[in-house]
């Protein structure tokens, strides 16, 4: 544990030390694996699928605010399905617009959550998402949440049925937006995920802000309790299907990845609580403190010495051995 607790200190001292780098890099490795989901479901542009644009645009973004790299993978995505359906890429700038003005009506501080979102289901552990930021997020944060759920089953749903879209030129205008809009939102995974990851959210920040023992672990542990069973609830009654295997792996993967965050964020000791009170003219306080563990980096010093003085301090200890031979 204690080998934990240094490796820990060590590397927020490395964070600390190379923040002006790791920050864009971070940023980098974020916009290009979003550049690469889109072009893996909307990519209907051959001009930009070289891997030299998405390294180009990844640069660029390093030094944006996820604010404006979240606009301009927007506006990528509906150029691109703008090249095979004008009518789609309409419906999806509407929402996109309607997303934004929500969003950042609200709090735009988390704008990095309509990217990271989308990635976390291609990578297949979306129910990570809800556990870290219950923990270190806000409930509002329920809301660019709910959006990177949509916008990947938006992406999922023109990638499924990108043959219909592009042959519904023909039919009549009001139809075609029927169907539109009955296909984006026909599925019921997608209303599921949101209400889960809702509910999840809600649940980890009530908890572990509550000033009770192991507040961040039982809230983990609640809130991946809670996507389970919104998850079996929706399987139950609605006849909503996710695979079990994915289900459980996400959730293992998930817990993981939350008690890393729970070690590197909230590492307390429970064992030394300390109960005070005091008041002033007005109030009485009663306060409990949980101290953080905290453990000093060694500073380990090497000390050299060049060999000259070593064989001079040897030779001035050892005795004379002429004089030794003269004495004799």
């Known amino acids: 544990m204690l080998d934990l607790l240094v490796l820990r200190e060590r590397l927020r001292a ?24 889109i072009n893996s479901h909307a990519g209907y542009v051959e001009k930009f699928k070289s891997p030299l644009i998405y390294i180009a645009a990844s640069i660029i973004c390093c030094i944006l605010p996820y ?21 789609m890429a309409l419906i999806m700038t ?11 009506g609200f709090k735009p501080g988390d704008s990095f959550l309509l990217i990271v979102t989308p990635l976390a289901f291609v990578l297949r552990v979306p129910y990570m998402v809800p556990i870290l930021v219950g923990l270190g997020g806000g409930i509002i944060s329920i809301v660019p949440v709910s959006f990177g759920i949509l916008v ?15 042959n519904l030129s023909n039919v009549d205008i ?28 809600i649940i980890v920040y009530i908890i572990k802000n509550l000033s009770i023992t ?29 695979p079990l295997t994915t289900l459980l792996g996400g959730m293992a993967i998930s817990a993981v990845c939350a008690a890393v965050y729970n070690f590197f964020i909230f590492a307390v000791d429970y064992s030394h609580i300390e109960y005070t009170q005091f008041e002033d003219d007005e109030y009485y306080y009663y306060v409990k403190a949980v101290p953080k563990i905290v453990v000093a980096r060694p500073d380990a010093k090497v000390q050299k010495f060049s060999a000259g003085k070593t064989d001079r301090k040897i030779r001035a200890w050892l005795p004379d051995k002429k004089a030794d031979k003269e004495d004799t």
Request: hydrophobic share 65%.
């Open 94 to 104: 509407v929402f996109i617009m309607c997303m934004g003005f929500l969003y950042y």
């Open 67 to 87: 604010g404006v790299i979240s606009v301009l993978l927007a506006g990528y995505m509906v150029f691109n399905i703008f090249n095979v359906s004008m009518d």
């Open 152 to 166: 990947y089953y938006m992406l999922v749903f023109v990638k499924n049925n990108i043959g219909s879209i592009a």
């Open 214 to 242: 192991y507040a961040w672990g039982v809230a983990i542990v609640c809130g991946i309790i809670a996507q389970l069973l919104v998850v079996f609830m929706g399987d139950f009654v609605y006849g909503i299907v996710v």
């Open 174 to 201: 009001l139809k075609k937006y029927t169907m539109l809009f009955n296909g984006l939102f026909a599925d019921k995974t997608m209303f599921l995920m949101m209400i889960a990851f809702a509910v999840c959210i």
């Open 14 to 37: 490395f964070y600390a030390k190379y923040e002006l780098f790791i920050t864009p890099f971070l940023k980098f490795a974020v916009t290009f694996a979003a550049f690469l989901f």
